[in-house]
């Protein structure tokens, strides 16, 4: 089975590798995958780029690709056998061709859960995949902790 495991910075990505490492056998391939958008980088790594946008823009990425080698390393442990990505471009999309490109089986990923008009502004890259996914996607949502809710 080949799973496409789609992370970003959020808690309910940690979900979703949790829901991987919990729930798939090891003779599983995963591929970690994180998509960089087009952004304008914070003023903090901006500065520390001095002031150049490429060199920012590296920053950013450098701390991305470190992010999923992590995820990659961490599975690999339990027995998995992996890959890791970072790729540039609109997250649904690259998430979709990535999994039609690789032939993937599965696509695990998180979900932000925004409420209806943070949706309606920002997008939704969950319900984006599950439209237009080649395969099964399973989305990891984040359980309410006591105290939160």
Request: hydrophobic content about 40%; aromatic content about 4%; proline content about 5%.
């Amino acid at each position: 089975m080949k799973i496409l495991l789609a992370i970003d910075e959020s808690p309910s990505s940690e979900d979703a590798i949790s829901e991987v490492e919990g729930r798939y056998q090891s003779d599983t391939t995963v591929r970690v995958l994180h998509v960089v958008p087009k952004f304008v980088p914070p003023a903090a790594t901006l500065l520390d780029a001095g002031g150049n946008l490429e060199e920012a823009r590296a920053q950013v990425v450098g701390r991305f690709q470190k992010m999923v080698e992590g995820v990659e390393e961490r599975l690999k442990a339990t027995g998995f056998t992996m890959e890791s990505t970072v790729r540039d471009g609109d997250p649904g999309k690259v998430i979709v061709k990535e999994a039609e490109e690789w032939g993937a089986d599965l696509i695990v990923m998180g979900s932000h859960r925004y409420g209806p008009l943070k949706r309606m502004i920002m997008g939704s890259v969950a319900k984006y995949v599950m439209d237009r996914a080649p395969c099964s996607v399973e989305i990891a949502h984040r359980k309410e902790q006591p105290g939160n809710g």
